[in-house]
């Protein structure tokens, strides 16, 4: 397996193998963000069994075919967040879930409705604010047979001073 290298801020090497992102087990990589999706960060859940419910739908068939019986099944919201990253030798997309998502907003993916409810074009500019972000990621094969892309396992920004996107955003917006 050939190594590639790229010198990257101060002084620090990043390894990134050709076979790295086809491995079975996850690989870890350090990269720059080059935009997220922000049309589409969330997805509804049941919040009895946290299964995925389509979009119109609130009602979940699984938990009332099951014998759960409730006046009005509870819904969340959970991250899926595709974004764009670049390597030293490529430029591919990752799908980061609810935990690995969290580190980036700082807050639920809830929170984080409700703000993007209050100020309409917090997702488009969260996306601007992380454009550029040093970041080293764990990399995984997806578990579904049918997903075109890589999760993100774990995620750690490289900035000294990073601050969470919603932490951003409130001192953008003069929130206090």
């Known amino acids: 397996m050939k190594l590639l290298s790229k010198q990257t801020l101060f002084g620090r090497f990043s390894c990134v193998s050709k076979q790295s992102m086809d491995a079975e087990k996850p690989s870890t990589t350090i990269c720059t963000v080059i935009s997220i999706d ?15 419910l389509p979009e119109p739908n609130t009602h979940c068939n699984y938990c009332t075919n099951n014998g759960v019986v409730t006046s009005t099944t509870q819904t969340k919201r959970l991250f899926r967040v595709l974004m764009s ?5 490529k430029v591919f997309v990752v799908v980061l879930f609810d935990r690995a998502a969290r ?11 409700h703000f993007t409810n209050i100020h309409p074009f917090s997702g488009e500019t969260a996306s601007k604010i992380v454009e ?3 970041l ?5 094969k997806p578990k ?9 396992v774990s995620l750690v920004p490289l900035k000294s ?5 919603l932490d951003t955003l409130t001192q953008l917006y003069g929130i206090l």
Request: charged share 15%; with cysteine.
């Open 38 to 52: 922000h049309n589409s960060l969330f997805y509804t859940v049941c919040s009895l069994c946290e299964k995925t």
């Open 85 to 89: 990253l670049a390597t030293d030798t």
């Open 103 to 113: 580190v980036l907003f700082g807050c639920s993916a809830q929170e984080f409705f």
């Open 132 to 134: 550029g972000e040093m």
């Open 136 to 140: 080293r990621v764990t990399l995984s």
């Open 144 to 152: 579904n047979g049918n997903a075109q892309h890589h999760r993100v």
């Open 161 to 165: 001073g990073f601050r969470p996107l």
